[in-house]
């Protein structure tokens, strides 16, 4: 970063933050594995797309640079991520909590997902957020809730069976 670039300057003359653009890309890559891998491959488009909508603030945020990316995200990438390995805990025939028939590209997509959200969450031991702890509770809790409201809708015939 350099100080003839003013976008890479935070407003108090400090290079910006490097995290909210790498939870801007983790979340960036979640959501075209599982809307354009997965949705694609099992004709499921638009379940997919309400299913990663939550991530679309993840990303705007940290393109923007907000130090609140980190803690919308959060929680999706746990969610996911928990998710992700689930599904392979069916496949490996240790727990049926998830189960269905997983062709391999959806395969494939879990361990992008996987990674991603990995890679998201790792992204923390870089972080500096001056957020209070009020602020990062009530976004981790609040984003938590609208993706389990997201994946619930995704379930409803009018979307699940387009």
Not at 27 to 36: M, R
Not at 94 to 113: A, K, L, Q, Y
Not at 114 to 136: C, D, F, P, Q, Y
């Amino acid at each position: 970063m350099s100080a003839h670039n003013p976008s890479a300057m935070g407003a108090t003359g400090q290079p910006a933050p490097a995290v909210p653009i790498y939870v801007a890309v983790c979340s960036l890559v979640i959501i075209l594995a599982l809307v354009l891998g997965v949705g694609l491959a099992v004709n499921q488009v638009l379940r997919h797309l309400v299913q990663t909508a939550p991530f679309c603030v993840a990303v705007v945020l940290g393109f923007r640079r907000s130090r609140a990316a980190y803690w919308v995200a959060l929680p999706l990438f746990l969610f996911w991520l928990v998710l992700m390995a689930l599904i392979w805990a069916y496949l490996l025939d240790i727990s049926h909590i998830v189960n269905g028939h997983f062709s391999p590209i959806e395969i494939s997509m879990t361990i992008v997902v996987g990674v991603a959200g990995i890679l998201g969450i790792a992204s923390l031991a870089r972080s500096k957020s001056s957020l209070s702890l009020a602020t990062k509770l009530g976004l981790f809790v609040a984003f938590l809730a609208i993706q389990l409201v997201c994946l619930r809708i995704s379930f409803l015939p009018s979307i699940a069976h387009r």
